[in-house]
């Protein structure tokens, strides 16, 4: 038998084909399905609005182009969790699955939506993707515009929409269905204008990472309560708990996290972005946790403490830790209005070479291992154990506003509302023969989120500790 045309178009081979009865059964007697979808995030569309307005006032006379992409597909027909991009969002308030935003040069913003099929309708009980008992409701273009504060069209209108639009601005990579409709209108432009305008946080925003990081800090308190019982247990796959924990505490409060959360336990820390998050948690160990809380309006933190699980440092965890936590203070005493984004950089890795050096892991000074001819000898010596960058951008994306060309984004001169990283650390293989055997094995990181003001920096994520004293207080409170 056949089925009518809605109904066809996302099925899976073990789906069972629909009778004519029932087809015609199960399109009847339904009231109108309650609008649920994306919680309004409050003051987001007034944000956007904003936004908006400054993407237009940088790019004049252009039609701009906005897809929030589609969720990659993990496995035949089941799919990775949605996240809309975040220049739609950051653009629109919003975060539905395949809409499209068009901005024209007047001002006038429209935002295509996919269709919802709800009650009434066989593709209600059929599609994977539209159909409401399939993915949970989706809100209604009527809900969605008075929501944004925008006009909703149905995204089969796209492709006529921009037929006729003039100069089109597409942020292209996003949505390849949309990137075919206008294939000679992806603009390197728009990407990096887009991603300038990000850079700098409004006062709306600055409260979103704010937010983010008070999750983030709550997430972590979960994460230390849990180490007496693990250390008291046998601690195997303990990492893989502490991961849990802290998911579960952003999923507990609607939240998700902004990255795959770093859990590392002893040598595992020396792997930056250690993946595997498989390890033992065992007595004495340092703990280096790198985790943050994307809140539901897709602004995310950025945090990493390095604690004894014990609650005690040894001698030599404390000097490697005070010594990072020096570099941490230096780089965050230069994030201030018209200073460079590197001087945080630059502050933080010299005191790092200043104490390789003094402990004999370095055979130059400071001012060598830092020396911006990079073709003397000794320049950058300490960057077999400093590893990576002291800074990045933050907001929406970890990494945010990467399409920032690299020259550019590192002569950042920095203003009010900017958002970064210091973070700061030393990290000793375990198979380096450099190193002594004390440090062998050794990782600490540090790394607050931090916003420039007319002022100091404001630090985010302070309600964590980084004084070695403090930290260790802290968690024992943590752990009642
Ligand atoms: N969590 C990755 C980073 O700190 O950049
Ligand atoms: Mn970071
Ligand atoms: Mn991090």
Redesign the pocket.
Do not use: F
């Given at each position: 038998m056949t089925e009518p045309a809605d109904a066809a178009t996302r099925r899976a081979p073990h789906d069972q084909p629909f009778g004519p009865w029932v087809q015609t059964t199960l399109t009847e007697g339904w009231d109108p399905e309650p609008v649920t979808g994306h919680p309004a995030v409050d003051g987001a569309a007034e944000a956007a609005a904003a936004h908006r307005a400054a993407l237009l006032r940088a790019l004049p006379g252009r039609t701009v182009v906005v897809p929030a992409g589609t969720a990659p597909v993990r496995a035949n027909d089941t799919v990775y969790p949605f996240r809309a991009a975040s220049a739609y969002t950051w653009l629109t308030g919003d975060q539905a699955e395949g809409a499209v935003l068009v901005l024209s040069p007047a001002g006038e913003a429209t935002v295509f939506l996919l269709p919802s099929a709800g009650p009434g309708t066989l593709t209600y009980f059929t599609d994977r993707r539209e159909g409401a008992v399939w993915v949970g409701g989706i809100p209604s273009a009527g809900a969605t515009a008075q929501r944004l504060e925008v006009a909703v069209r149905p995204r089969t209108e796209l492709a006529s929409a921009l037929a006729a639009a003039g100069d089109v601005h597409l942020l292209a990579g996003v949505d390849a269905d949309v990137d075919a409709l206008r294939p000679g209108a992806a603009s390197t432009e728009l990407a990096r204008a887009l991603d300038r305008l990000r850079a700098v946080k409004d006062d709306w925003e600055v409260d979103r990472l704010a937010e983010a990081c008070a999750a983030t800090a709550r997430g972590f308190a979960d994460v230390v309560a849990e180490l007496p019982a693990l250390l008291a247990g046998d601690g195997r796959r303990g990492e893989r708990w502490l991961e849990g924990t802290f998911w579960r505490r952003a999923r507990l409060e609607g939240n998700d996290v902004g990255?795959s959360s770093?859990v590392a336990a002893g040598a595992n820390g020396t792997s930056l972005?250690w993946a595997p998050v498989d390890g033992d948690i065992r007595p004495g160990q340092l703990l280096l946790a790198?985790m943050?809380v994307e809140t539901t309006s897709m602004y995310t933190a950025?945090v990493?403490r390095t604690m004894p699980v014990s609650g005690t440092w040894t001698p030599v965890q404390r000097r490697v830790y005070d010594a990072v936590r020096e570099a941490h203070l230096a780089g965050i005493g230069e994030v201030r209005a018209g200073n460079a984004f590197l001087a945080a950089h630059r502050a933080a890795q010299w005191v790092l070479a200043d104490h390789l050096h003094r402990w004999g892991l370095i055979d130059w000074s400071a001012d060598d291992a830092l020396h911006e001819d990079l073709t003397r000898p000794g320049a950058g010596a300490h960057r077999r154990y400093t590893l990576?960058s002291t800074s990045?951008l933050l907001g929406l994306d970890?990494?945010d506003c990467a399409a920032i060309e690299g020259a550019e984004y590192l002569a950042t001169t920095l203003q009010p509302g900017h958002a970064l990283?210091v973070?700061p650390g030393l990290y000793f293989q375990v198979n380096d023969r450099t190193v002594p055997a004390e440090l062998r094995g050794l990782a600490v990181r540090i790394?607050d989120d931090v916003v420039v003001t007319d002022g100091a920096a404001r630090v985010l994520s302070d309600a964590l500790p980084t004084d070695g004293d403090d930290l260790v207080a802290w968690m024992a409170s943590a752990q009642g």
């Open positions: 990255y770093i972005h790198d943050g950025d990493t990576h990045h970890v990494h990283t973070e790394e």
